[in-house]
């Protein structure tokens, strides 16, 4: 086994392999539907999206612990590197929650 460069977009892939994980071109003519790679690329986005739910959620988590280790507890006001993480935090895991659920009405329709 040795690692070619797929002909249709020159991504290494193995010379075993029938058809490219890129871009689906199949060297034994008979291509992978269209609709097969868009939901294969549409879970690898979607994979990629929760993963960003998670981004927000440690950051806002980080975010509370800053605070809380600034005012020693929730008393004081948050400071200025609370509120920036708990803002990055909330507004980054709900863009995210929002790609999240596109992606997945999106893959029900296919
Ligand atoms: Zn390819």
């Given at each position: 086994m040795s690692i070619v460069s797929c002909p249709s977009c020159?991504?290494?892939i193995s010379s075993l392999a029938d058809t490219c994980p890129h871009c689906g071109f199949s060297k034994t003519g008979v291509s992978?539907?269209?609709?097969?790679l868009q939901a294969r690329q549409?879970?690898?986005l979607r994979y990629r999206a929760r993963m960003l739910t998670y981004l927000g959620m440690l950051i806002t988590l980080c975010g509370f612990l800053v605070w809380w280790f600034q005012q020693t507890g929730f008393n004081?006001?948050?400071?200025q590197v609370s509120q920036l993480l708990i803002g990055v935090?909330?507004?980054g895991y709900l863009a995210a929650r929002v790609w999240l659920?596109?992606?997945s009405?999106?893959?029900?329709?296919?």
């Open positions: 020159s991504q290494r992978i539907e269209p609709e097969v549409l879970r690898k004081g006001l948050p400071g935090g909330v507004v659920f596109m992606l009405s999106r893959l029900k329709k296919l």
